[in-house]
């Protein structure tokens, strides 16, 4: 179908699929909650989209039959940057990814999730530096608390648990103070943990930065 306007909005429950696939639309006017549960729309290419919360079109996007495809959900997310809304096409990209995950295998979907939970697949970058504060808050506390012995006295400096472990979150330490105070005990497994987990971070937003800044 070929069409410059397309009006849709339902009255009555629609059974069946439903498929708008290789369409081309200028202007759909229509409720996404009216569509059946089935619907393709694999290759629909729309100038104008009117309706429905971002909730409810990312849900629109997922209603194909054989189920995850990626072009319905980056046809949307173009039309939100069309529109000017950055902040939707990055939650509908965000979306795909979460659909996505849902093909892979069980390591590829515990890799996923991981990249989820830490950055958002680059989309929520933010997310690694509330991480990033929380393991640092607990390190400095704790640290503070029970604090490591110096592996020179004589040569060490003052010791310092946020700038401590500020260095341990790090890939490669800032303060110098990670190579010259070595926790006992319980701590040991916590500086060994906090290790892994800015390791983790780090990788994390190196893969979302990269996924994100790939050409389409």
């Known amino acids: 179908m ?38 393709r729309l694999n290759g629909l290419i729309y100038e104008t989209l009117r309706g429905g919360s971002i909730e409810r079109r990312i849900g629109w996007v997922a209603r194909d039959p054989y189920g995850f495809l990626p072009q319905p959900y980056e046809q949307l997310a173009a039309w939100y940057l069309r529109d000017g809304n950055d902040l939707l096409a990055r939650r509908t990209l ?44 607990v390190g400095t506390v704790t640290f503070g608390l029970v604090p490591p012995r110096a592996i020179k006295p004589d040569e ?15 890939p490669f ?9 070595d926790p006992a005990g319980w701590t040991q497994g916590l500086a060994y943990g906090l290790i892994i987990a800015g390791w983790i971070l780090a990788t994390a937003l190196i893969a979302g930065a990269t996924r994100v800044l790939r050409p389409s």
């Open 2 to 39: 070929e069409a410059r306007e397309v009006y849709l909005k339902y009255t009555e429950p629609v059974e069946g699929v439903v498929t708008l696939a290789h369409s081309r639309i200028g202007t759909m006017r229509d409720d996404p909650e009216s569509w059946p549960e089935q619907l």
């Open 94 to 137: 965000l979306a795909k990814q979460r659909a996505r995950r849902r093909t892979f295998n069980p390591l590829g979907r515990l890799w996923g999730r991981l990249l989820d939970v830490t950055v958002g697949y680059g989309y929520r970058p933010w997310l690694a530096g509330v991480w990033f504060a929380l393991l640092l808050a």
């Open 156 to 170: 060490s400096p003052g010791f310092d648990p946020f700038a401590y472990t500020f260095d341990l979150l790090l």
């Open 173 to 181: 330490p800032a303060f110098g103070q990670r190579d010259l105070f």
